[in-house]
């Protein structure tokens, strides 16, 4: 069991309330940070601790609204402690319980002892522990939704991500996010594709080019628009999307990174595949579904772009039950 220390100072007045202690108005909160354990679990796993904290806050004050938990303060003593059991109520694949657990942390004004049952990314059952926290049952309460919300998110994308790459398991094709994300959750939400064995395309619009159908338009031409990209940013990964074969020939033979193949049928994925012969990666998009995954998988293309990954997963059942701590 893990122990970790946040004391913060109680808001009551002008502050986010009663079970906050963000010190939302007080410079203290700008040093305040996460517990240095659970920072360095976060970049471990390739998140920003302190984007991560600042989520935490921003659950916490939406969910209060500069006020207090009306009915926690109401129905439970200041001084009472409890331990509250993260379960799942379904089967799935968890992602984001070191983010629930710096929701929680920023709430808690006392120290609190953590008991980590599984790890981001496993597999796991109904009724099935995940995450064990003890500390003042008014944080535990007032923490409680905002944790939740953001873990059972967080766990229906790794769930759905880890289906389509069961579909793939034996191919060479992985699949693959966009950026339908929600806004201010893109990070975490590229995260859990991790965890269900999904990979990250570009995490935003600065770190490699996606050359789409406007930008031809724009451009007057899909190799036109590839080669005014590589003369402005000579160092930045391009993608070109194609809708036909005859583009296709085009943005390979210019030079092309990553070629993404719109709408195509296995056949014509077949075909391009033969047509660059290993001079450029290839990406399916559109079409997709679970049912035809493996189809595309076969025909020999690196990755399936699912954007319903981030913007169309159901989310995996996880509740909190409270009981008296130990």
Known sequence: MTEVSNEL???????????????????????????????????????????????AHMAIQEDLDHGVDVTTVATIPEEAVATADFVAREAGVVAGLRVAEAIVSVVCTDAFEVERHVEDGDRVEAGQKLLSITTRT?????????????LCRLSGIATATRAWADVLDGTKAKVRDTRKTTPGL???????VRCGGGV?????????????????????????????VREAFPDVPIEVEVDTLHQLREVVD???????????????????VGIVGGRALL?????LTLDTARMYAETGVDY???????????????????????
């Open 254 to 272: 210019a030079g092309a990174d990553l070629i993404l193949l719109d709408n195509f049928t296995p056949e014509e994925c077949s075909e391009a």
């Open 9 to 55: 100072p109680l808001v009551q007045d002008g502050g986010c309330g009663d079970g906050c202690g963000c010190g939302a108005g007080d410079e203290e909160y700008l040093e305040c940070g996460l517990d240095p354990a659970l920072a360095e679990l976060l970049a471990d796993a390739g998140l920003d601790p302190v984007e991560v904290e600042d989520i």
């Open 186 to 192: 893109r990070a975490l939400e590229k995260f859990a």
């Open 283 to 287: 990406e399916a998009s559109g079409r």
């Open 138 to 150: 008014r944080d535990l309460l007032t923490a409680e939704r905002s944790a939740l919300n953001i």
């Open 200 to 228: 990250n395309h570009r995490m935003s619009l600065s770190d490699a080019a996606l050359v789409k159908d406007n930008h031809v338009v724009a451009a007057g031409g899909v190799a036109q628009a590839f080669k005014a």
């Open 304 to 326: 399936l772009a699912v954007g319903a990954l981030t913007h169309s997963s159901p989310i995996l059942d996880i509740g909190l039950d409270l009981r008296e701590a130990e």
